[in-house]
């Protein structure tokens, strides 16, 4: 069974690009969730995303960024007019259905894509 | 969530067991204490997660007091391979509330030596 897959696993973008980062979840997972960890810090949780809904998206900027999870292929985070800041490593994980209440599920993190921004 | 509260760096020789400690003082009653491993340019990896007690697994052991307002991470006889940061985090079950997002500090850097 294939871990949780991101590409590219390293992005260089010019100050005004775009970046698109992909991540497809674990087989038979339905929740995705991307986090971003600055140097030397802890990740933080940017959003989450089941099949065609944003669930919670009280991490991510309120400018420039968005994210999707499509009905068929993978979550996409995209940052728009990247700026110095957004150099960072982005990580996105997946869990289960998450269908039943009460029932702690562990999330499956990728390898993270790092975004360099010149 | 609560808080957590962790050291931000520990050393150890290879073939001792260590112990990572975490203050969790306003922890809940729904609330898990998980821990994840992070190797440098790579994503966390689960390594074991309890409630009470004492929780056991190929990798490592979790200890739990009554009061639930500290855990203690154990990895008995370590290895080179097991310089990595660990985070300790505080986590619902109640996923209507926190929407199944993890908060991470800033996790404890242990490094082992030879």
């Known amino acids: 069974n294939a871990g949780v897959m991101q590409n590219p696993r390293h992005l260089v973008r010019r100050r005004g690009q775009e970046a698109r980062l992909r991540c497809s979840p674990m087989?038979?997972?339905?929740?995705v969730y991307w986090y971003r960890q600055l140097p030397e810090e802890g990740l933080k949780f940017m959003v989450y995303?089941?099949?065609?809904?944003?669930?919670?998206e009280s991490g991510m900027p309120k400018e420039r960024f968005s994210a999707e999870f499509p009905k068929e292929g993978p979550s996409i985070l995209r940052i728009q007019q990247v700026v110095r800041g957004d150099s960072a490593a982005y990580f996105c994980?997946?869990?289960?259905?998450?269908?039943?209440?009460?029932?702690?599920?562990?999330?499956?993190f990728g390898p993270g894509t790092r975004l360099l921004v010149l | 969530l609560a808080k957590t509260t962790q050291p931000i760096s520990m050393d150890s020789y290879e073939g001792q067991e260590v112990n990572i400690t975490c203050s969790h003082n306003n922890i809940a009653t729904n609330d898990y204490i998980t821990w994840y491993q992070q190797f440098p340019s790579q994503g966390p990896r689960f390594i074991i997660q309890g409630y009470k007690t004492k929780v056991t697994n190929e990798v490592a052991s979790l200890f739990i007091p009554a009061d639930r307002k500290s855990s203690t991470l154990s990895l008995p006889r370590v290895s080179l391979s097991d310089t990595a940061v660990y985070y300790c985090l505080v986590d619902t079950a109640d996923r209507g509330s926190t929407l199944g997002r993890l908060y991470f500090g800033r996790g404890t850097q242990l490094t082992v030596w030879p």
């Open positions: 995303l089941q099949k065609e809904n944003i669930i919670d």
């Open positions: 087989k038979g997972h339905s929740h």
């Open positions: 994980a997946s869990s289960p259905s998450g269908s039943v209440p009460y029932v702690k599920e562990t999330q499956y």
